[in-house]
Nanobody, 121 residues
Framework: QVQLVESGGGLVQAGGSLRLSCAASGSITRIDNMAWYRQAPGEQRELVAQ???????MYGDSVRGRFTVSRDDAKNTLYLQMNGLEPGDTAVYYCYAYLLAWSLPTYKLYWGQGTQVTVSS
């Protein structure tokens, strides 16, 4: 059974920083793409940042220059360093991993349960 568990969310003032983590656990053979998405109330889920197994990175337009995504494949963990937070960054942040579990013949997409980030003005 593969699980993704996010942590690091919370309440912060505008201009502050937070670091999110997403740990993948279970019988994992290999992880391809990993990414962070976010969803604010009444809004669609949007891409925040994505990083491939080879290290290719892509950011959403609204966070480029403020957020930094990274991964530690030895720990099967994805990170998101968020600096210069703005009230518009308030949302539930979800991670996903496109991975191969040892019990399955093909890659599958897994989502975490989400962590709340609230930025006060």
């Amino acid at each position: 059974q593969v699980q993704l568990v996010e942590s690091g969310g919370g309440l912060v003032q505008a201009g502050g920083s937070l670091r999110l983590s997403c740990a993948a656990s279970g019988s994992i053979t290999r992880i391809d793409n990993m990414a962070w998405y976010r969803q604010a109330p009444g809004e669609q889920r949007e891409l925040v940042a994505q990083i491939t197994e080879k290290g290719t990175i892509m950011y959403g337009d609204s966070v480029r220059g403020r957020f930094t995504v990274s991964r530690d494949d030895a720990k099967n963990t994805l990170y998101l360093q968020m600096n210069g937070l703005e009230p518009g960054d308030t949302a539930v942040y979800y991670c996903y991993a496109y991975l191969l579990a040892w019990s399955l013949p093909t890659y599958k997409l897994y989502w975490g349960q989400g962590t709340q980030v609230t930025v006060s003005s």
